[in-house]
């Protein structure tokens, strides 16, 4: 098992330009999650997807969309980068059973830098 | 809204020394996670606690869960330097989405 892939690891943006983050998991996890990460922070939710079909926006959306392809994959895009989004992005999946959650599986992250 | 605290932020400290790290949280939940992430790293998780009074080890670490204080504690018993990193405490805030708020994160250097 690969557990959760992100592409791509690094990337530079100037202010304006758009890009999408892509995440896939093979472990067949029902929720998946997007979250950025600032130096010396913990980490804030940017959208989530409590399941296949379902997205929703967590604590810090603005700036950002995100398309939950299939059960795998959960895409970021951002459509005009600006500098405030310079950070570091991290997507997570976790298993779910009805109102049961396991702990969160993450990817090695997508380091962002936009000038 | 739920706030997740946790002390100290930076923690250093001699090999063979014991400390806890403390996690606060302000909304009641029952489920609650520790983290640990190597600089310039991922997050992994380390422990999973579902109930009060829960009490999980791995090698030289412990965490343990209070629902009612509303407090974990991650426990380490004489450091080595190898458990230099950041550790995470993060809590449920809905259960029915899955929704996780995470602590700012204990930074933790051991040294010789």
């Known amino acids: 098992n690969a557990g959760v892939t992100q592409t791509p690891k690094f990337q530079v943006l100037k202010t304006g330009q758009s890009m999408t983050l892509q995440c896939a998991q093979d472990?067949?996890?029902?929720?998946m999650y997007w979250y950025r990460q600032d130096p010396g922070m913990g980490l804030r939710l940017i959208y989530y997807?409590?399941?296949?079909?379902?997205?929703d926006k967590g604590e810090v959306p603005n700036g950002y969309n995100v398309s939950r392809l299939n059960k795998r994959e959960f895409s970021l895009r951002l459509e005009s980068a600006a500098p405030s989004q310079t950070s570091v992005y991290f997507c997570a999946s976790r298993k779910s059973t009805g109102s049961s959650y396991n702990e969160q599986f993450f990817g090695p992250g997508t380091r962002l830098t936009v000038l | 809204e739920l706030k997740v605290e946790q002390n100290p932020l930076f923690l250093s400290m001699q090999e063979g020394k014991n400390y806890t790290i403390y996690c606060n949280y302000s909304t009641t939940s029952d489920r609650l996670y520790w983290y640990r992430q190597d600089p310039g790293k991922s997050l992994e998780s380390l422990f999973v606690l579902l109930s009060n009074g829960a009490v999980k080890q791995e090698g030289r670490l412990m965490a343990s869960l209070d629902t009612k204080a509303r407090l974990s504690t991650l426990h380490i018993t004489a450091a080595v330097h190898d458990l230099s990193a950041t550790y995470f405490c993060?809590?449920?805030?809905?259960?029915?989405?899955?929704?996780?708020?995470f602590g700012d994160g204990t930074t933790l250097t051991v040294k010789p």
């Open positions: 472990m067949n996890h029902n929720s």
């Open positions: 997807s409590a399941s296949e079909g379902t997205t």
């Open positions: 993060a809590v449920d805030i809905d259960t029915n989405a899955g929704k996780s708020t």
